[in-house]
């Protein structure tokens, strides 16, 4: 079923926005970065994309047999924002970036640790140009210890930090998480820390460095995990699709398909027992207590699947919902997206598309006052706003076509 998306109602940023009047120059690319970009642009902030060309930022070329020469993927991450082709290797390029520092008030960079200081735009380098600058960067392994010269890769991190070796059914090889939790995760962060810098640049006037890591978003991620091995030694193995600390607590195979249940506390696993029609569960000796049933998950989970596949995930749904037990279809992706509650709760959106017409991305996660109004604009075709923004950071007509001149700036043809 193909639903309508939600309308986001403004092209650019709005007024009453809370970052309106927030310039973010974004040096970062591919994803963990963009994604900071992206979640600041949606809470108003203009932000300018700095890329070098001709390839531009690297996601541009990550595309399946079929797309077109915009990636989809580069189109979901950059929407809202503006594109700058700018050579900061060059004496002119680093003075224009410098230049754009001193009337900026964020700086994003994801590059290896050093590169921006070799270069000779580090955070001590740029503040002397803007004391008042939030500069952050997101590396691999973070600023310091014996690792933290080497680039990060999600996959690299996800198995350093050990989530691919809980991730996957018992006794087979781990896997990775499908989405890229690590990258997504770090962007988070990076917007989370960009926002406490900026409260506490509100209060004192003093802009600051703001670090966060793939590591560091990564490790995260493993909570519970620590939890158990901090207190008793415990090293998690993979558990499929089973919580570490409660059961029942997974996905189950019905008769056509699969569902989640959380039987996340006592009252939830007794109306459990009782909808599955075997109520003697709940004085069973092995599934009385939340450790019972942990210590006797994989009997207990083979008890539930062979009533739940008597019949459909919707009806299960359904009696599990009038029960008030916590349950849901495990979906696909396009059943995810085309779903209602998903358009309902803002997540997905109707977009330009830099060729024109409409696509659909996802939405902010968050609203305010009860309002989400992401970012509508198009995601910027390579160098697309280059004119446009220096004019607006007081570049005279003579100096743009200049930079032009000299491969400094790259501004594309206009299109049809």
């Not at 809202?80 to 994003?108: C, E, I, N």
């Not at 735009?121 to 008042?132: R, T, V």
């Not at 989640?260 to 009782?274: D, L, M, V």
């Not at 062979?306 to 992706?333: M, T, Y």
């Amino acid at each position: 079923m193909n639903m309508t998306a939600f309308t986001a109602s403004h092209d650019m940023p709005a007024s009453h926005l809370p970052l309106a009047g927030v310039r973010v120059l974004e040096l970062s690319q591919i994803m963990a970065g963009p994604t900071c970009g992206l979640m600041l642009a949606d809470l108003g902030a203009d932000v300018i994309k700095i890329e070098k060309f001709p390839a531009g930022d690297d996601a541009r070329g990550y595309r399946r047999p079929g797309d077109s020469d915009l990636a989809p993927s580069f189109l979901m991450l950059n929407r809202g924002k503006r594109s700058l082709a700018l050579d900061v290797r060059t004496v002119a390029g680093k003075d224009v970036l410098k230049r754009l520092v001193a009337q900026s008030d964020v700086l994003t960079e994801n590059f290896r640790l050093g590169t921006m200081e070799r270069l000779g735009l580090g955070y001590e380098a740029l503040a002397q140009h803007n004391p008042a600058l939030i500069y952050c960067s997101i590396t691999g392994y973070g600023r310091k210890g014996p690792l933290a010269d080497k680039g990060g890769f999600d996959l690299i991190l996800q198995a350093f930090a050990g989530l691919v070796s809980v991730t996957g059914e018992p006794g087979r090889t781990p896997v990775k998480p499908g989405n890229s939790v690590a990258d997504i995760n770090a962007g988070i962060l990076a917007a989370f820390g960009i926002l406490a810098a900026y409260i506490h640049r509100l209060k004192t006037g003093e802009g600051q460095r703001v670090d966060t890591s793939l590591l560091q978003a990564a490790v995260q991620q493993t909570y519970w995990f620590a939890a158990a091995y901090f207190a008793n030694g415990v090293v998690a193995r993979p558990a499929g699709t089973a919580h570490p600390l409660i059961a029942p607590y997974q996905t189950f195979e019905c008769a056509d398909g699969a569902i989640a249940i959380g039987g996340a506390n006592q009252s939830n696993w007794e109306r459990i027992a009782q909808l599955l029609g075997h109520p003697e569960w709940i004085d069973d000796a092995r599934f009385m207590t939340g450790a019972n049933r942990l210590a006797h998950r994989e009997v207990l989970a083979g008890l539930i699947t062979s009533e739940l596949k008597r019949s459909g995930v919707a009806q299960w749904v359904r009696l599990f919902h009038e029960a008030g037990v916590p349950a849901g279809p495990v979906n696909d992706i396009g059943q995810a997206l085309e779903h209602e509650q998903t358009r309902s709760a803002g997540m997905v959106i109707d977009v330009q598309h830099p060729d024109g017409g409409v696509t659909r991305g996802l939405g902010l996660p968050v609203t305010l006052s009860g309002r989400s109004e992401p970012a509508s604009r198009a995601a910027p075709r390579l160098g697309e706003h280059s004119g446009e923004v220096l004019r607006e950071f007081g570049f005279a007509t003579g100096e743009i076509e200049d930079l032009t001149a000299n491969q400094v700036i790259f501004t594309p043809a206009r299109r049809a």
